[in-house]
């Protein structure tokens, strides 16, 4: 069984979260390769029904996370199920704050059945990419948190206005970055929509992140270096190369000294 890193030489030594999106299939469709992918992550971030995952598939996925000792967090989105939460959506604040409250809700409750925490909140897809920069948005995901799991860490893209929002109301954040995601000078990502978008070679991807978690440094598809905190790293579930890249960026983060384990144990 883990135990909570409390040493003062635990705390010392690099450490980072591995995390995926998971539970993202629905009725008959599979989407992700979550029995393959779970046993190599530490976290774990479960569609709420919203833009993927059902009843059933929630229940599978915590019972999975549980199996593995993996985290399991609520991966809130907009209700954009046919645009796997990829669109964008006009959304009053209080009916997007009932729409998060709702989905963490759904959740929480599977949890409770499962004998697990509720770990963490992470917004999906244009959800969250919305929130980088609409302090309405962002506003919106923070009150739902504060109503329901004011003590859960929120991920945020560092330097964000979900970032900044949350941590002026005092909502604890972890800061994630994304493996199979190019960056900009701004740090933030680049869009789906653009060729140079994804990165696909494991390898490559993994001696990214290990320079990242070491250095606190990465380069942009503008030819330029920026610093980027990272506390949790996210491989993308229905990214078809996950299974490899996961494994390869594992390795490749022990061999360079990284612990490697769930929020809950060190956040």
């Known amino acids: 069984m883990m135990t909570r890193m409390t040493t003062k030489a635990a705390k010392d030594r690099a450490w980072v979260d591995l995390n995926c999106d998971m539970g993202e299939s629905f009725g008959i469709y599979r989407i992700g390769m979550d029995e393959e992918v779970m046993p190599l992550i ?18 599978r996925t915590v019972e999975l996370a549980k199996k593995h000792g993996v985290g399991v967090g609520a991966h809130v989105s907009f209700p954009d199920r046919l645009g796997f939460g990829r669109w964008e959506m006009d959304i009053p604040r209080d009916t997007l704050v009932n729409l998060i409250v709702y989905q963490i809700g759904a959740l929480q409750a599977f949890c409770v059945r499962a004998g697990v ?14 929130a980088d920069r609409d302090r309405e948005v962002a506003k919106a995901i923070v009150q739902a948190c504060l109503a329901v799991v004011p003590e859960a860490p929120l991920f945020v893209k560092p330097g964000s206005a979900l970032h900044e929002e949350a941590v002026a109301a005092g909502v ?8 199979d995601r190019q960056y900009h000078r701004d740090g933030t990502l680049v869009s789906r929509r653009k060729p140079n ?34 506390q949790s790293i996210c491989v993308h579930g229905d990214t078809p190369q996950a299974p490899s890249m996961i494994r390869l960026l594992r390795e490749a983060l022990l061999e360079a000294g990284i612990q490697i384990a769930p929020v809950s144990l060190w956040a």
């Open 42 to 59: 530490t976290s774990a971030n479960v569609a709420c029904g919203f833009h993927g995952g059902d009843p059933d598939v929630i229940a």
């Open 117 to 130: 925490p509720l770990q963490h909140v992470k917004p999906h897809g244009s959800l969250n990419n919305m």
């Open 172 to 179: 604890p954040v972890i800061m994630e970055v994304y493996a």
């Open 197 to 230: 978008a994804l990165i696909e070679d494991p390898k490559a991807a993994a001696e990214r992140m290990v320079k990242l978690v070491t250095t606190g440094s990465l380069a942009t598809v503008e030819g330029e270096t920026i610093s980027l905190p990272a």
